[in-house]
């Protein structure tokens, strides 16, 4: 190499010695400081990786779909056998099944996360995780419907509505489909999947930590050897309970989605897994992502390899039955393996009536896996599954309502969906509320409401504490939560240490006695909910808060946010959406592993909210002080309830000194760097936005001359978006 080339070289922005490249070449940053705060989650998903023009509007595209054409094309398929990934039995309604189990079935009710809803199957790690093996033929037997229909039909949507269709020409009558999964073009980088660093590590169920749902990484539920591949049915059992509950099953629909998923297809393990190429992602580049080519025989067929296991449960694998059922109940199981050596159970002294996938003449004896005599073994799945083994058509039912439960349940409520199959029957875990039947305020009703708000004598931080309280439990992942039906009047919300139950409950009297008497004086019917008011409280506070700043505001509002029922809220699945933290309000619990400015960003990231959008609702509330329990740390100002970039300026003041406090080692002391003297306090949720440089850039921005109106500006566009996030009827 002479000196030019190599001056060339050192000018290339790709390191091409390097065996694994990163755009711009060499080290990244996240390998040089790996604890650095992932700010960059906040940047998923804009239109900067979408290839749809902008204002796209999937609702209104779906609109226009020919959906009974299309159904009829999925129908279609299913018996259309390809050369080059032959249908078992003739039939490609099992595959499509589990492809829409599987897209679905990454849903868990801690954090929202994971699920259908936005066509993640498409992407790594989803793509080639272990459990997923040979989906990737499923989705290339659907592209040539998906190209006919384009833009028309979501891949999310298709993805389930294949797998209906396929339930539908094997006998079984469905509970509904509603379309409306909007597809996204990159992978989310936000969900925890798990620490492990390998495939198939069995997690115990004393390490079996939240928000993860499946026992193994790489999996969607459980081994279906049994946990560690233990072969046992019993503690099988405790597994598949914990993480079914997890993604929000019982053990009535826990039963019926085994017993009816199992009802059809069979599983795949005609020789080794070792003859299995290499998964779609890590697969080479003249494989275009088809992943996972078996070298054995004409590796597909009878030839295919899977999961390794080789069952087929039923007598007609094509056709709804009862024969799942029946087969577990009728023979006593003998432990054997499969050619590829997983364990897997037969039926013992039971005759030759399994049909082969492929080969008319050949019948085999029942066989099952280990997780499905659990079914058996496990006492409360016993008495289930004996009364759908005796009650076919409740068994039928149950599977109807569990697999719509499965395949809708993160889409939020039912206003969602889209098409001429959704279901009339409003379901609790829809999280329903009532519908508006009455005349709403106009402007002039609001400005009056909004003075008689501020006429009751609460404060700025209490009008705006309880409408974040309210707005902020939303969670984009499956859009639940926010401030719509007022659930923080209701168990379990109310009694959330983080909404501080006291302050709550004098608020809430004091917009009940405003509601009442705008009742008493309205004409025409008028009425306004305690979910509307909430937000109009929290709006009338923050433009109070502006004005003793010096900025006059006039938030935008809009009415018809109803109020839910105590018997329309399903406590338990919000049991699990309570506050362990909220940075916006300086509030979490004692003990939390995760350090606070990683759920502050994980908090944000679930209000889709962007980085300088974060930035600004952070400093803003701080300058109004909506800290749980009135807690100063953070509120960095001599004007407290005053919405004013003051807090951001004092925080990268370089006057003040900051070192960990010695009591409490999440807190935070600042002296005055020249005498000593004490000034504020805070935590890692507040010196993020100094220490960050990321966030210290744009914090910068809010605290410059020229952006004490920017800042208020900003935070009020902020504030409106997370107050309507839930408001469907309004963006879709």
Same mark, same amino acid.
């Given at each position: 190499?002479?000196?030019?080339?190599?001056?060339?070289?050192?000018?290339?922005?790709?390191?091409?010695?390097?065996?694994?490249?990163?755009?711009?070449?060499?080290?990244?940053?996240?390998?040089?400081?790996?604890?650095?705060?992932?700010?960059?989650?906040?940047?998923?998903?804009?239109?900067?990786?979408?290839?749809?023009?902008?204002?796209?509007?999937?609702?209104?595209?779906?609109?226009?779909?020919?959906?009974?054409?299309?159904?009829?094309?999925?129908?279609?398929?299913?018996?259309?056998?390809?050369?080059?990934?032959?249908?078992?039995?003739?039939?490609?309604?099992?595959?499509?099944?589990?492809?829409?189990?599987?897209?679905?079935?990454?849903?868990?009710?801690?954090?929202?996360?994971?699920?259908?809803?936005?066509?993640?199957?498409?992407?790594?790690?989803?793509?080639?995780?272990?459990d997923n093996v040979n989906i990737d033929k499923s989705r290339r037997l659907l592209w040539p419907i998906k190209q006919k229909y384009g833009q028309k039909i979501s891949w999310a949507d298709l993805f389930i509505l294949a797998g209906n269709v396929a339930l539908e020409t094997m006998g079984f009558r469905t509970f509904g489909f509603g379309g409306?999964?909007?597809?996204?073009?990159?992978?989310?980088?936000?969900?925890?999947?798990?620490?492990?660093?390998?495939?198939?590590?069995?997690?115990?169920?004393?390490?079996?930590?939240?928000?993860?749902?499946?026992?193994?990484?790489?999996?969607?539920?459980?081994?279906?050897?049994?946990?560690?591949?233990?072969?046992?049915?019993?503690?099988?059992?405790?597994?598949?309970?914990?993480?079914?509950?997890?993604?929000?099953?019982?053990?009535?629909?826990?039963?019926?989605?085994?017993?009816?998923?199992?009802?059809?297809?069979?599983?795949?393990?005609?020789?080794?897994?070792?003859?299995?190429?290499?998964?779609?992602?890590?697969?080479?580049?003249?494989?275009?992502?088809?992943?996972?080519?078996?070298?054995?025989?004409?590796?597909?067929?009878?030839?295919?390899?899977?999961?390794?296991?080789?069952?087929?449960?039923?007598?007609?694998?094509?056709?709804?039955?009862?024969?799942?059922?029946?087969?577990?109940?009728?023979?006593?199981?003998?432990?054997?393996?499969?050619?590829?050596?997983?364990?897997?159970?037969?039926?013992?002294?039971?005759?030759?009536?399994?049909?082969?996938?492929?080969?008319?003449?050949?019948?085999?004896?029942?066989?099952?896996?280990?997780?499905?005599?659990?079914?058996?073994?496990?006492?409360?799945?016993?008495?289930?599954?004996?009364?759908?083994?005796?009650?076919?058509?409740?068994?039928?039912?149950?599977?109807?309502?569990?697999?719509?439960?499965?395949?809708?349940?993160?889409?939020?409520?039912?206003?969602?969906?889209?098409?001429?199959?959704?279901?009339?029957?409003?379901?609790?875990?829809?999280?329903?509320?009532?519908?508006?039947?009455?005349?709403?305020?106009?402007?002039?009703?609001?400005?009056?409401?909004?003075?008689?708000?501020?006429?009751?004598?609460?404060?700025?931080?209490?009008?705006?504490?309880?409408?974040?309280?309210?707005?902020?439990?939303?969670?984009?992942?499956?859009?639940?939560?926010?401030?719509?039906?007022?659930?923080?009047?209701?168990?379990?919300?109310?009694?959330? %240490?983080?909404?501080?139950?006291?302050?709550?409950?004098?608020?809430?009297?004091?917009?009940?006695? @405003?509601?009442?008497?705008?009742?008493?004086?309205?004409?025409?019917?008028?009425?306004?909910?305690?979910?509307?008011?909430?937000?109009?409280?929290?709006?009338?506070?923050?433009?109070?808060?502006?004005?003793?700043?010096?900025?006059?505001?006039?938030?935008?509002?809009?009415?018809?946010?109803?109020?839910?029922?105590?018997?329309?809220?399903? @406590?338990?699945?919000?049991?699990?959406?309570?506050?362990?933290?909220?940075?916006?309000?300086?509030?979490?619990?004692?003990?939390?592993?995760?350090?606070?400015?990683?759920?502050?960003?994980?908090?944000?990231?679930?209000?889709?909210?962007?980085?300088?959008?974060?930035?600004?609702?952070?400093?803003?509330?701080?300058?109004?002080?909506?800290?749980?329990?009135?807690?100063?740390?953070?509120?960095?100002?001599?004007?407290?309830?005053?919405?004013?970039?003051?807090?951001? @300026?004092?925080?990268?003041?370089?006057?003040?000194?900051?070192?960990?406090?010695?009591?409490?080692?999440?807190?935070?002391?600042?002296?005055?760097?020249?005498?000593?003297?004490?000034?504020?306090?805070?935590?890692?949720?507040?010196?993020?936005?100094?220490?960050?440089?990321?966030?210290?850039?744009?914090?910068?921005?809010?605290?410059?001359? %020229?952006?004490?109106?920017?800042?208020?500006? %900003?935070?009020?566009?902020?504030?409106?978006?997370?107050?309507?996030? %839930?408001?469907?009827?309004?963006?879709?």
């Amino acid at each position: 190499m002479d000196a030019n080339t190599e001056a060339g070289a050192g000018k290339c922005p790709f390191g091409h010695g390097a065996s694994k490249l990163t755009v711009g070449g060499g080290t990244n940053n996240a390998k040089w400081w790996p604890s650095s705060l992932r700010v960059d989650l906040l940047n998923q998903h804009s239109s900067r990786s979408d290839p749809l023009r902008q204002g796209f509007d999937y609702r209104e595209e779906f609109k226009k779909l020919d959906y009974e054409a299309l159904k009829a094309d999925l129908r279609a398929l299913m018996t259309d056998s390809q050369i080059w990934w032959p249908a078992d039995f003739g039939h490609y309604g099992p595959q499509m099944v589990r492809m829409a189990w599987h897209s679905a079935g990454t849903y868990r009710l801690a954090d929202g996360r994971g699920g259908g809803g936005r066509g993640q199957q498409r992407f790594a790690p989803l793509n080639s995780w272990p459990d997923n093996v040979n989906i990737d033929k499923s989705r290339r037997l659907l592209w040539p419907i998906k190209q006919k229909y384009g833009q028309k039909i979501s891949w999310a949507d298709l993805f389930i509505l294949a797998g209906n269709v396929a339930l539908e020409t094997m006998g079984f009558r469905t509970f509904g489909f509603g379309g409306g999964r909007a597809d996204v073009w990159e992978p989310d980088m936000d969900v925890n999947w798990g620490l492990e660093t390998a495939w198939l590590q069995h997690r115990p169920l004393e390490d079996f930590s939240g928000p993860l749902g499946a026992t193994e990484m790489g999996l969607i539920y459980v081994n279906p050897e049994g946990p560690g591949a233990n072969g046992d049915p019993v503690s099988a059992a405790h597994f598949i309970r914990e993480t079914f509950k997890r993604m929000a099953m019982n053990d009535e629909e826990t039963v019926a989605l085994i017993g009816g998923g199992h009802t059809f297809g069979k599983t795949h393990g005609a020789a080794a897994e070792s003859h299995k190429g290499p998964e779609p992602e890590g697969g080479p580049i003249e494989a275009q992502g088809f992943g996972w080519t078996s070298g054995y025989g004409t590796g597909h067929g009878a030839d295919t390899i899977s999961s390794g296991i080789e069952v087929t449960w039923t007598q007609t694998p094509t056709q709804w039955s009862n024969f799942f059922f029946e087969n577990l109940f009728k023979f006593e199981w003998v432990q054997t393996r499969s050619p590829a050596g997983a364990i897997q159970w037969e039926a013992k002294d039971a005759p030759d009536v399994i049909p082969d996938p492929f080969d008319p003449t050949k019948k085999k004896k029942p066989t099952m896996l280990t997780t499905d005599l659990s079914l058996r073994m496990d006492p409360e799945y016993e008495k289930i599954s004996r009364r759908f083994l005796n009650n076919p058509q409740a068994f039928a039912e149950a599977f109807a309502r569990a697999w719509f439960k499965l395949t809708h349940r993160d889409m939020g409520p039912r206003s969602r969906y889209l098409g001429p199959e959704v279901p009339k029957e409003v379901l609790i875990w829809q999280d329903p509320v009532p519908d508006v039947d009455h005349p709403l305020i106009d402007e002039a009703d609001v400005k009056a409401l909004k003075a008689k708000i501020l006429a009751t004598g609460l404060t700025v931080s209490e009008l705006v504490g309880v409408a974040w309280a309210s707005a902020s439990t939303y969670r984009h992942g499956d859009k639940r939560g926010g401030a719509n039906g007022a659930r923080i009047r209701l168990a379990p919300q109310k009694d959330w %240490d983080a909404n501080e139950p006291e302050k709550l409950a004098k608020v809430l009297k004091a917009l009940e006695r @405003v509601q009442f008497e705008f009742g008493q004086e309205a004409t025409g019917g008028k009425k306004v909910s305690i979910a509307d008011l909430i937000v109009l409280a929290g709006n009338a506070g923050v433009e109070q808060a502006a004005r003793a700043g010096g900025v006059e505001l006039n938030l935008p509002f809009s009415p018809g946010r109803t109020d839910a029922t105590q018997a329309q809220t399903d @406590v338990e699945s919000f049991d699990v959406m309570e506050p362990v933290a909220d940075g916006f309000r300086n509030f979490a619990r004692e003990g939390l592993p995760v350090p606070a400015e990683e759920m502050l960003v994980d908090k944000a990231q679930q209000l889709t909210l962007t980085a300088p959008e974060m930035t600004v609702l952070v400093m803003g509330l701080r300058a109004i002080n909506i800290n749980t329990g009135g807690a100063t740390h953070g509120v960095l100002t001599a004007h407290p309830g005053t919405l004013s970039n003051e807090v951001v @300026v004092n925080l990268l003041d370089m006057a003040t000194e900051w070192k960990q406090n010695g009591a409490d080692k999440t807190l935070y002391d600042g002296k005055d760097r020249a005498t000593g003297a004490p000034k504020w306090t805070a935590t890692r949720a507040d010196l993020i936005f100094g220490s960050n440089s990321v966030l210290r850039a744009i914090a910068e921005v809010y605290a410059q001359g %020229d952006a004490k109106e920017k800042f208020v500006k %900003d935070f009020a566009a902020a504030w409106t978006k997370v107050m309507n996030l %839930d408001r469907f009827d309004l963006h879709g």
